[in-house]
């Protein structure tokens, strides 16, 4: 399996940006997926997962500003994040989730938020 991250970039507090993740190398329907973001010197936590049935769930702290999707046909993870903070800079990566066993780890895409 293999997941290819892009959309991050350097964006200014209250913008958006869309995040894009290519899924390939296993049935990707079959999974549930999450965003996560890594900080260097923290764990990587998960902020966003959708089952496969794309029931979804947030950490509190992007509740009403990110939204999980997925498109199954196209095998493809989104993450649209709105009124974006400071705090949200951080690395992203797209990964199985909600009790599955994370394949490797992609490269994954930088968000910057800063004026």
């Known amino acids: 399996v293999e997941f290819v991250e892009s959309g991050g970039g350097l964006v200014q507090p209250g913008g958006s940006l869309r995040l894009s993740c290519a899924a390939s190398g296993s049935i990707f329907s079959h999974y549930p997926m999450g965003w996560y973001r890594h900080v260097p010197g923290k764990q990587r936590e998960l902020v966003a997962g959708?089952?496969?049935?794309?029931?979804?769930n947030y950490i509190d702290y992007v509740k009403g500003r990110f939204t999980i999707s997925r498109d199954n046909d196209k095998q493809m993870l989104y993450l649209q994040m709105n009124s974006l903070k400071t705090e949200d800079t951080a690395r992203y990566y797209c990964n199985r989730a909600l009790g599955m066993q994370p394949g490797p780890w992609g490269q994954g895409t930088q968000v910057t938020v800063s004026s």
């Open positions: 959708i089952t496969t049935s794309s029931t979804t």
